[in-house]
């Protein structure tokens, strides 16, 4: 591992920005710019540290659930459209998995959900009875929130309890 790591990195600078820039500080402006400074550096540690895991998960989640909505969106032309999703985003497996690789992968199979939810929006009137159409919104809509705790994670220790933002 080369050291200082990243992270490190950005906590030395954050604390020299707290320690040195910030009380030479004296207009409003100034010390607003720097406590959203600070914010964002926050942001950038917590998502080195966190966001690859999160990005596995939600590919992993996201992997589960597609088939599931494909199976029952058969023979509509958006069951093709996920399984093309499907494929784009396995040809991400090959080298080091970036953050910016993962997320380039988890957006491609969230747009299919969106995709597939709207459609799945569009037909309720006529399917709300039918229990597997009930079961498969469940599904996507226990996924939503789950992407949404996850994402929690990385906004929560950023910005929350920190103080004001511009």
């Known amino acids: 591992m080369i050291h200082p790591s990243a992270t490190d990195i950005l906590k030395t600078i954050d604390a020299t920005i707290a320690a040195k820039i ?21 942001l950038v540690r ?19 659930l597609l088939p599931r909505v494909r199976d029952y969106l058969q023979p509509h032309e958006q069951a093709g459209r996920i399984d093309a999703a499907l494929a784009e985003a396995g040809g991400y497996a090959s080298g080091y998995p970036s953050l910016d690789r993962c997320a380039q992968e988890a957006g491609v199979l969230r747009e ?16 709300e009875k039918d ?4 079961a498969i ?7 939503i929130v789950w992407q949404n705790e996850q994402e929690r994670k990385l906004i929560a220790p950023a910005f929350y309890g920190q103080g004001p933002r511009r």
């Open 46 to 64: 917590v998502r080195i540290e966190e966001e690859g895991q999160i990005l596995t998960d939600d590919i992993a989640a996201l992997r589960k």
């Open 22 to 42: 910030e009380p030479s500080l004296s207009d409003l402006d100034g010390r607003s710019a720097t406590a959203t400074v600070r914010h964002l550096l926050r």
């Open 137 to 143: 919104r469940s599904a996507i809509r226990d996924y």
């Open 131 to 134: 229990a597997d159409y009930r």
């Open 112 to 127: 299919a959900v969106y995709h597939a939810l709207k459609y799945l929006q569009s037909i309720r009137g006529e399917r």
